[in-house]
């Protein structure tokens, strides 16, 4: 999946998150693409409790301070930090974090 282009940079804004689908049929990944504190994170769009995507909504997946990716099948939520859970049925898993870069031109790219 390396060397993927997700976006522009300008295209997340502070405390917002988007999700992507890369590829088609059994590479397919589902991924979310976050920034916090001006970090750009990425994670596999995976709950660890049953292996859903986060999201019912496109690009609904923070809580109302920006601080928590939340699962909306059972309500897990997640440090976007770490994407540790802190709360919710899988409280000490992990959503599966991706390496993100930007490249020339300013592109983000996992
Ligand atoms: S599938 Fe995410 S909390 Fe159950």
Same mark, same amino acid.
Request: charged share 15%; hydrophobic share 15%.
């Given at each position: 999946m390396s060397g993927v282009v997700l976006c522009r940079e300008d295209e997340i804004g502070e405390g917002e998150a988007r999700g992507f689908l890369i590829g088609a049929g059994a590479v397919r990944r589902d991924v979310i693409l976050v920034r916090r504190g001006g970090v750009l994170r990425a994670y596999i769009n995976a709950c660890p409790h049953q292996g859903t995507p986060l999201e019912t909504f496109a690009d609904k997946f923070l809580n109302s301070d920006g601080s928590l990716l939340i699962c909306s099948t059972h309500g897990a939520r997640f440090r976007v930090?770490? +994407?540790? @859970? &802190?709360? +919710?049925? @899988? &409280?000490?898993k992990s959503l599966t974090m991706i390496a993100v870069a930007i490249a020339d031109g300013g592109l983000i790219v996992i």
């Open positions: 930090e770490t +994407g540790r @859970c &802190v709360s +919710g049925p @899988c &409280v000490g």
